[in-house]
């Protein structure tokens, strides 16, 4: 009758400490490849950092109905996450060894239904500009046949890494 879904993560720490001591895309490439655990969000919704390069950053997901919401679609909260993470780390995959960013803000435009059917997603995040304090990105949702699926600006602010943690 029900269905189960199990997964397993690391300790976010590792994560947190190897970012404050690596330059982003250094960090994000040894995520990429596998050298460090993926963070636990990629394992609770299943979406994986597929390319990296300085500005821009890649994701992807295959829908399935454990992202669905009641009314029989991948709830916006999924979208926004993987929209969140390529506008995010696009800005990360451009900071020096020693600093950080968190995102100060998301704003995401939904265009079209997404389901299991869809077939998988890429959520390509690639920055806009960048000043000292702050970063715009965007990010676009792709299907397989490059059809828009929903669309994200981010400003993310940048800060040194605390001592604790570099």
Same mark, same amino acid.
């Given at each position: 009758?029900?269905?189960?879904?199990?997964?397993?993560?690391?300790?976010?720490?590792?994560?947190?400490?190897?970012?404050?001591?690596?330059?982003?895309?250094?960090?994000?490439?040894?995520?990429?490849?596998?050298?460090?655990?993926?963070?636990?969000?990629?394992?609770?919704?299943?979406? *994986? $950092?597929?390319?990296?390069?300085? !500005?821009? @950053? %890649?994701? #992807?997901?295959? &829908?399935?109905?454990?992202? =669905?919401?009641?009314?029989?679609?991948?709830?916006?909260?999924?979208?926004? *996450? $993987?929209?969140?993470?390529?506008? !995010?780390? @696009? %800005?990360? #995959?451009?900071? &020096?060894?020693?600093?950080? =960013?968190?995102?100060?803000?998301?704003?995401?435009?939904?265009?079209?239904?997404?389901?299991?059917?869809?077939?998988?997603?890429? @959520?390509?995040?690639?920055?806009?500009?960048?000043?000292?304090?702050?970063?715009?990105?965007?990010?676009?949702?792709?299907?397989?046949?490059?059809?828009?699926?929903?669309?994200?600006?981010?400003?993310?602010?940048?800060?040194?890494?605390?001592?604790?943690?570099?």
């Amino acid at each position: 009758m029900g269905r189960t879904r199990a997964y397993q993560w690391e300790d976010p720490a590792i994560l947190a400490e190897a970012a404050g001591r690596m330059a982003g895309i250094d960090f994000l490439r040894e995520l990429q490849a596998g050298r460090m655990p993926g963070p636990p969000i990629s394992h609770t919704l299943d979406f *994986t $950092l597929d390319e990296v390069e300085p !500005g821009k @950053a %890649v994701f #992807s997901l295959t &829908p399935g109905e454990e992202h =669905y919401n009641p009314i029989g679609s991948v709830h916006g909260g999924v979208f926004a *996450t $993987l929209l969140d993470s390529a506008a !995010g780390c @696009a %800005v990360q #995959s451009t900071l &020096p060894q020693g600093m950080a =960013y968190t995102s100060l803000d998301l704003t995401v435009k939904f265009l079209r239904r997404i389901t299991a059917d869809t077939g998988v997603v890429r @959520a390509i995040g690639t920055v806009v500009s960048q000043g000292r304090q702050t970063a715009l990105a965007q990010a676009q949702l792709l299907d397989a046949k490059d059809r828009l699926l929903a669309h994200a600006t981010s400003s993310c602010m940048l800060f040194p890494v605390p001592p604790s943690q570099g």
